[in-house]
């Protein structure tokens, strides 16, 4: 009788692990069916431009650049050796603040950025404003959508 109730229990624990097997087979299975295509379709999403789906893309907020030029402007006594200082800019969308020397009063300035070979980037109108005694002159440049030559 020994023997058989062994028999039993060994039959009835292959039996137990058949079951928890095929259950969770089939649960994978039935899970991984039913998201896969949900995972493809947020996937798809991310990658399809804005323009293919007729959305604009969002705006991305200027960086806000200060350049300060009263460091610019000959100080009374002060001889040009004909060095000329230069202002690098990154590569981005900046909001650059110009802070003009000292004197220099509000009104419509015009900004021309150039190069380091004498080619006019920028040349825009703009408007000058006094804030604390400081006059300063605004204006938005791109300077990641613009090609530059090498």
């Not at 009104?107 to 021309?112: H, M, Q």
């Amino acid at each position: 009788m020994a023997l058989f109730l062994r028999g039993l229990r060994i039959a009835g624990a292959a039996l137990g692990a058949a079951v928890v097997i095929f259950v969770m087979a089939r649960f994978v299975w039935h899970h991984t069916r039913r998201e896969a295509p949900i995972i493809a379709e947020k996937l798809g999403a991310k990658r399809q431009s804005p323009r293919r789906t007729g959305q604009q893309a969002a705006p991305i907020a200027p960086v806000a650049v200060t350049v300060d030029l009263a460091s610019f402007s000959p100080s009374r006594g002060d001889a040009n050796d004909g060095t000329k200082e230069n202002v690098h800019l990154p590569r981005r969308l900046l909001r650059v603040s110009f802070r003009l020397p000292l004197g220099m009063e509000p009104g419509e300035y015009e900004i021309r950025l150039q190069d380091s070979a004498g080619t006019v980037i920028i040349d825009k109108r703009a408007q000058g404003r006094i804030d604390n005694g400081i006059t300063s002159v605004d204006i938005d440049i791109d300077f990641a959508r613009r090609r530059f030559a090498a």
